[in-house]
């Protein structure tokens, strides 16, 4: 039973990764480096931080009027967690490479364009067995660990914008960290998407309708 459950969940996931990179592609065509023109604290983590504030409100206020779908909130989040992995690929090269799993910075530095998303979301199995990382168990569990992780990354820009010495992150660090955040924020949208498939329809008629005007 779990040989059927856990090859179940491989599958979702593999679904998950190319729907997310369906949905980077467009968003990459519509607005190409603004995700990252601020720099590291200003772009790339006040996008991450943003996304993570609103699931963390959606958690609490699951009704709230006007808010944005969860599922959208979790698949940005998804992203912009993984693209921060790319900046830092390109950023510090050999720091990247070190930390298991490895993957070539070749293909998987921003500079590389949208393709290096990709190849690093298809590398979290890869990142799950190097770290022993069994898939979380519901929502709850990948809520925990999307949370967990976000709070560091959090608190290490928060000391790096203030210049503080204790509490900076160094780049292994950021590194192991982001791709904790991005593995926990793709399990999460697996689960949320298994508990509520209209949501996850929703999401693919929206991203095949973008599509489909382009």
């Not at 059927?4 to 491989?10: I, L, Y």
């Not at 709230?64 to 779908?69: K, L, Q």
């Not at 912009?80 to 070749?106: D, M």
């Not at 000391?159 to 793709?186: H, N, P, R, Y």
Request: charged share 25%; aromatic share 6%; net charge negative.
């Amino acid at each position: 039973m779990m040989g059927g459950q856990q090859t179940g969940d491989r599958a979702y996931m593999e679904a998950t990764i190319e729907l997310l990179d369906r949905l980077h592609r467009l968003k990459d065509r519509s607005y190409g480096d603004a995700w990252r023109k601020r720099g590291e604290v200003l772009g790339i983590f006040a996008n991450i931080a943003r996304k993570a504030d609103r699931l963390e409100r959606a958690r609490l206020e699951p009704h709230r009027a006007g808010a944005e779908n969860l599922i959208d909130t979790i698949a940005d989040l998804t992203i912009y967690a993984g693209k921060y992995l790319t900046w830092l690929a390109e950023a510090r090269p050999n720091a990247f490479e070190a930390v298991a799993p490895s993957p070539a910075v070749a293909e998987c530095s921003a500079v590389v364009g949208p393709a290096a998303l990709a190849h690093v979301l298809q590398q979290l199995p890869r990142w799950e067995e190097a770290h022993l990382s069994s898939p979380p168990i519901g929502v709850v569990d990948a809520w925990e660990r999307t949370r967990s992780s976000f709070a560091i990354l959090d608190a290490g820009m928060i000391a790096q914008a203030d210049l503080q010495q204790d509490g900076c992150l160094g780049w292994t660090d950021k590194i192991e960290t982001a791709w904790v955040l991005t593995d926990a924020s793709a399990w999460l949208l697996v689960r949320v998407a298994q508990l509520d498939q209209k949501q996850l329809d929703g999401l693919r008629r929206d991203i095949t309708e973008m599509e489909s005007s382009e």
